[in-house]
């Protein structure tokens, strides 16, 4: 027997859908806004200020949805064209939309390659830096920053260049040989004497450094000696210490280069 409830069920389920699509549509809308005032507010900031006026007036907001807000808003147009063919569209599927996964390619000298996989358990960098002196020669580093705040950033790398031939073999051999998908990055960054991930409080020396430190970066590069094995280091969250977020995004935030 048909029960007389099954209309009105079928009529709030369609209506419920109509507003999970809507507030969905809404999300990404207010994400954008935000990410628009952030961005004109950084506009009126001089180096230096950004992160201070961050924590002193947006402290309720972690520097990961910032720095997705900003992304958003950068890429509005994408954005929108998506929303006109994905009724449903999500913030999440929204940043997929304007990712550009890059498949792997070399630094040269005076650059970096970096590739970064967010995970169930948290998120996976690895960091390709050509030696300063000889040509063809690589860094390789993996660097895992889980999302448990309790849990320590591992950093494992090469500490001498390997051959650009074996780079692909030392990735492998650092995942122990598991795949992961990564979204590749090219960025200026001074020259590698060394490993400079693989240097006793790496993570302490970034986080203390300001925007313009360029320079001083460049010296710990040159002038830090390496530790004498893989290194797990603590953790220091730029902006907010209870959600972690990618290394890179700490050292080109410090470096004022967004991601």
């Excluded at 809308?29 to 230096?48: N, P, R």
């Excluded at 500490?159 to 990055?185: C, N, S």
């Amino acid at each position: 027997m048909t029960s007389n409830r099954l209309p009105i069920l079928a009529a709030e389920i369609m209506r419920a859908h109509a507003e999970a699509r809507q507030a969905a549509q809404m999300s990404i809308d207010k994400a954008m806004e935000a990410g628009e005032a952030l961005i004109e507010a950084k506009s009126h900031l001089q180096h230096g200020e950004w992160l201070p006026w961050l924590k002193a007036n947006c402290s309720g907001i972690s520097e990961r949805t910032i720095q997705l807000y900003m992304r958003l808003a950068r890429h509005k147009d994408e954005v929108e064209a998506k929303k006109r063919n994905v009724a449903d569209l999500t913030i999440r599927g929204a940043v997929a939309a304007i990712t550009k996964a890059k498949s792997l390619i070399l630094p040269i000298v005076g650059h970096v390659s970096v590739g970064v996989a967010e995970t169930d358990a948290g998120w996976e960098e690895i960091w390709i830096a050509p030696d300063w002196q000889h040509d063809g020669y690589l860094y390789v580093t993996r660097v895992s920053t889980p999302n448990n705040t309790t849990e320590l950033t591992e950093v494992v790398g090469t500490r001498r260049p390997v051959r650009q031939d074996f780079v692909e073999k030392t990735i492998a051999h650092l995942f122990d040989g598991q795949q992961v998908d990564m979204d590749w990055t090219d960025r200026a960054f001074p020259r590698w004497r060394w490993n400079c991930l693989l240097f006793d409080e790496a993570v302490e020396a970034v986080e203390t450094m300001g925007p313009d430190d360029i320079q001083e970066i460049t010296e710990l590069i040159h002038d830090k000696p390496p530790s004498k094995a893989p290194l797990v280091i603590t953790y220091m969250k730029c902006g907010t210490e209870t959600e972690p977020s990618p290394f890179a995004d700490l050292v080109f935030e410090r470096m004022e280069v967004q991601l």
